[in-house]
């Protein structure tokens, strides 16, 4: 496939159609942090990539997620040029399309899994398979199937306008990522743009497991904080019960990927997959439920 095109069009941040839309940013995303919130609990959202092994097993890999505590799941759509994510994800994105997982494959899966469990879903994909599909047909389709935010990870701000306005339409949040590297008009302009809450990178670079947190991430965190009342989630390199437990106070929510990604690679099948992943998810869980993470309802 080839890359969003670099000719499209640039699109005010804000247009009359995205202003007038009521619906994005109150569905089960925001319903979510409102309830973490109440409790004084860090929430975990939990990335699978949708198709590895294949959709049938992210079915059950999903629902395990779910139920052994997961807020937020992210499902990745494969990408044949994942340039922001590390080798986990990216060998887990060669599984997937190997195996014939599409679009219109995970959007189906969205379908399925949302008759099983209300947990929120994001749609987290490179802009490309949207762009083939039709933003117009994809949101329709993304949102009928029970979807409730995507994350284009690759769509600039810039040419995002049009994009937005037609994902929150159907009441689709659109989350979009702030760096280190950001400044604070740059973070300011994200979290405009961004509904349900706002992903912010811990680090530079890819994603994949690591062992420690950046030492600069509280004073990060507290200047995004600065800027937003959006809820802050924290992602890339979040892997082990100790991070969580410090992001609680720091965060809104830790994102953890590869480290799932990886409890998937690792199993024989299916089963064992989702089994590897509820044990994962608990540990994590349990973390932001206890210790330091705790917090002031």
Not at 41 to 62: H, N
Not at 118 to 137: A, R, W
């Amino acid at each position: 496939m080839s890359k969003t095109p670099t000719s499209q069009p640039a699109i005010a941040l804000s247009s009359p159609q995205q202003s007038e839309s009521k619906s994005a940013g109150s569905g089960r995303i925001a319903e979510r942090f409102r309830e973490l919130s109440s409790r004084g609990e860090l929430g975990l959202i939990a990335y699978v990539t949708a198709g590895d092994p294949s959709l049938d097993a992210t079915e059950q890999i999903v629902i395990a997620a779910a139920e052994a505590g997961a807020d937020v799941i992210e499902l990745g759509v494969p990408f044949s040029d994942p340039v922001a994510d590390g080798p986990t994800i990216q060998r887990a994105s060669e599984r997937a399309l190997h195996a014939g997982t599409t679009l219109s494959g995970v959007i189906e899966l969205v379908r399925r899994v949302r008759t099983r469990t209300q947990v929120p879903l994001i749609l987290f994909s490179y802009f490309n398979p949207i762009l083939q599909m039709g933003v117009e047909k994809f949101a329709g389709a993304a949102a009928a199937s029970g979807a409730d935010g995507v994350l284009a990870t690759d769509l600039t701000l810039e040419e995002a306008g049009e994009y937005r306005a037609t994902m929150h339409a159907p009441g689709l949040d659109t989350i979009f990522l702030a760096a280190p590297t950001s400044t604070d008009e740059r973070i300011a302009k994200i979290a405009e743009c961004s509904s349900g809450f706002l992903y912010l990178i811990s680090r530079t670079g890819v994603t994949g497991t690591r062992d420690a947190l950046p030492e600069d991430l509280p004073a990060l965190a507290r200047r995004v904080r600065r800027l937003t009342k959006l809820p802050l989630a924290v992602g890339f390199g979040i892997s082990q019960p100790g991070h969580v437990s410090v992001l609680g106070g720091i965060a809104d929510a830790a994102v953890v990927g590869s480290a799932i990604v990886a409890e998937i690679e690792k199993a024989r099948n299916a089963k064992e997959a989702a089994a590897n992943v509820a044990r994962l998810i608990g540990a994590l869980k349990d973390a932001a439920r206890s210790g330091i993470s705790r917090r002031t309802p």
